[in-house]
């Protein structure tokens, strides 16, 4: 889909290693695994628990130019839903193509209704939405 | 040590991580610098723990 998958934990590269090797549900397992054993990069983005010195579920997305374009923190017994990522991604990716428009909720995929902000707009996003994304 | 929390529309500062890289079966290392340099997107994904249900 066009965007590096990289998880990271604040186990070593050689845990990661034992882990992926050892646990057959890890086996199609292509991301790389990040190590980040003191917590620094968790803590630039908010998710480190310093008194159980380990990370909440927390996702980043991180545009071309380094940018950070979304977040989603889950504390730790709640885990992360694929189909939910992946609708935000691929808006993330799509709007930094369109720079005019914007998704609105119901946006799944390239093709779906975009709103393009402007003055005919103001109170119309109701009809806009039912008319491919154009106030009437 | 505390850092900074970024937000998001925000510069990520560069950062470097050793990784295992399961497609090499072999160790390796990502960072931010040469994800801008080859103009690729980046997904973290912090969890807890390795050896922990995922």
Same mark, same amino acid.
């Given at each position: /889909?066009?965007?590096?998958?990289? !998880?990271?934990?604040?186990? !070593?590269?050689?845990?990661?290693?034992? *882990? @992926?090797?050892?646990?057959?549900?890890?086996?199609?397992? #292509?991301? @790389?695994?990040?190590?980040?054993? !003191?917590?620094?990069?968790?803590?630039?983005?908010?998710v *480190?628990?310093?008194?159980?010195?380990?990370?909440?579920?927390?996702?980043?997305?991180?545009?071309?130019?380094g940018?950070?374009?979304n !977040?989603?923190?889950?504390?730790?017994? /709640?885990?992360?839903?694929?189909?939910? /990522?992946?609708?935000?991604? #691929?808006?993330?990716?799509?709007?930094?193509?369109?720079?005019?428009?914007?998704?609105?909720? #119901? *946006?799944?995929?390239?093709?779906?209704?975009?709103? #393009?902000?402007?003055?005919? /707009?103001?109170?119309?996003?109701?009809?806009?939405?039912?008319?491919?994304?154009?106030?009437? | 040590?505390?850092?900074?929390?970024?937000?998001?529309?925000?510069?990520?500062?560069?950062?470097a991580?050793?990784?295992?890289?399961?497609?090499?079966?072999? &160790?390796?290392?990502?960072?931010?610098?040469?994800?801008?340099?080859?103009?690729?997107?980046?997904?973290? &994904? &912090?969890?807890?723990?390795?050896?922990? &249900?995922?």
């Amino acid at each position: /889909m066009g965007c590096d998958i990289i !998880t990271v934990s604040g186990d !070593t590269k050689f845990v990661h290693l034992a *882990w @992926q090797t050892s646990e057959q549900e890890l086996s199609a397992v #292509k991301y @790389q695994m990040g190590a980040d054993p !003191t917590g620094k990069l968790a803590r630039m983005f908010g998710v *480190w628990l310093e008194d159980a010195g380990v990370p909440l579920r927390g996702t980043f997305l991180i545009s071309p130019d380094g940018t950070l374009m979304n !977040t989603e923190i889950n504390f730790l017994n /709640m885990g992360r839903n694929i189909d939910e /990522m992946m609708r935000k991604f #691929k808006a993330n990716m799509y709007l930094a193509k369109k720079a005019t428009e914007g998704c609105p909720a #119901k *946006w799944k995929e390239e093709g779906d209704v975009t709103l #393009k902000p402007s003055a005919k /707009m103001v109170g119309k996003v109701h009809e806009a939405l039912a008319n491919d994304g154009n106030p009437a | 040590m505390s850092t900074e929390t970024i937000q998001v529309g925000q510069a990520v500062p560069d950062f470097a991580l050793e990784t295992y890289n399961p497609a090499t079966g072999d &160790f390796d290392e990502v960072s931010i610098e040469k994800q801008k340099s080859e103009g690729r997107w980046t997904a973290l &994904f &912090f969890y807890p723990a390795d050896f922990t &249900f995922v």
